[in-house]
């Protein structure tokens, strides 16, 4: 091992093998080799890297205690004296994904290089594209091989000290810088030629790509919040006993309605949760952690809000894309404007 390079791997509470969505609790973990994800990676290093150590930490532990997660991580990163950190990969999963990007920035601020892997609309992307070498997969895990070899091969490329090409070069999303090169073409000629191309509606590719976050522009505020009408929306898959409609727990492509007419609380005996995305025992034991109709009901005692619209919109924002969350939205959007709904609380997970 001594002739190879040092590899330190990070992964989550489930690919670490501490167990699933009731471990992510758990701290910081410094596991000596590889884990899970991490065996077929060390295959895929060959004999040019080896994984000294796998840093495993659950979900929701990572962002609850950062401080502490991050003092740990670097003592073992400074312990180890690794070459190179690869995080993940983490596909679709956010928080996974969020965590991998902290990783990566904590181990390059050490000078350690480092990379990443998952999913384009994971929020991690759009939190640490423009710091961090990330990788794109699929957004199933059923992409893990590829996404095991792509890391590998990168990994090794960052631990020789390889000069690093365009985003298009190497396969990594792009962070948004521009570096200065030679064309084959002077610039006015490229430039028509691009314009030509879009009047005919032929391909191109513009050469000054623009990134810039969607901005929703916030609702006003409710004038008379004390006579308004108020609906619930959760997207902590909040379904009736049973799931009768069929509600799925990941990948939602539409939404449900629910009646809760004349109901003061949500009971355990007929609600429960069926979410993809985090540990669904407490919230079946209490379905009012993730609709808290409750609370509702006393603020509407209290004189605080008019009524409350009898009808409950549910699905599991788990791994939903950006193009299905849009029309699910609108969707949603619609049927409240339709019942003259003032306003609405979001439920997320």
């Known amino acids: 091992m001594s002739d190879q390079f040092r590899i330190i791997h990070y ?36 004999t040019e890297g080896a994984i000294a150590e796998t840093l495993a930490c659950g979900d929701n532990y990572f962002h609850e205690e950062k401080e502490e997660v991050i003092v740990g991580i670097k003592q073992a990163l400074k312990k180890c004296n690794a070459d190179v950190l690869i ?57 893990m091989r590829l996404a095991i070899g ?19 070069d190497e396969g ?11 064309a084959s073409e002077q610039g006015y000629k490229r430039a028509v030629d691009m314009l030509v191309a879009k009047l005919h509606g ?83 034991s209490n379905p009012n952690y993730i609709l808290p109709l409750s609370q509702l009901n006393m603020l509407k005692s209290e004189g605080c809000i008019g009524e409350i619209y009898p009808w409950i919109f549910s699905l599991s924002g788990c791994s939903t894309s950006v193009a299905n969350s849009k029309k699910i939205g609108a969707g949603i959007a619609q049927d409240l404007i339709e019942a003259d709904v003032d306003g609405c609380l979001l439920l997320s997970a």
Not at 150 to 168: D, H, V, Y
Not at 236 to 255: K, M, W
């Open 172 to 182: 990594y999303l792009s962070r948004g810088f521009r570096r200065s090169a030679e």
């Open 11 to 46: 992964l989550n509470q489930f690919f670490g093998g501490m167990g699933g969505e009731e471990k992510a609790n758990l701290p910081l973990k410094v596991i000596q080799g590889p884990v899970g994800p991490g065996i077929a990676l060390q295959k895929a290093l060959g």
């Open 202 to 284: 032929d391909p191109f590719r513009t050469e000054i790509p623009v990134l810039l976050p969607e901005r929703v522009k916030p609702a006003p505020p409710i004038p008379k919040l004390n006579q308004a009408l108020i609906a619930f929306v959760t997207t902590c898959g909040l379904i009736p006993e049973g799931n009768p409609e069929g509600q799925v727990a990941a990948n939602s492509e539409r939404y449900f309605r629910y009646s809760i007419e004349g109901k003061p609380l949500l009971d355990s005996k007929d609600w429960g949760a069926f979410h993809g995305g985090y540990y669904n025992a407490i919230a079946s």
């Open 87 to 143: 995080a993940g990969p983490a596909f679709n999963a956010g928080r996974y994904g969020l965590a991998c990007g902290e990783v990566c920035k904590i181990a390059q601020r050490q000078g350690i290089p480092a990379v990443t892997a998952m999913y384009s609309e994971n929020p991690g992307v759009l939190e640490h594209r423009r710091e961090v070498y990330i990788l794109p997969t699929d957004e199933k895990i059923s992409d």
């Open 150 to 168: 792509k890391l590998a091969q990168f990994a090794l490329k960052l631990a020789r000290g390889a000069p690093i090409a365009s985003a298009e």
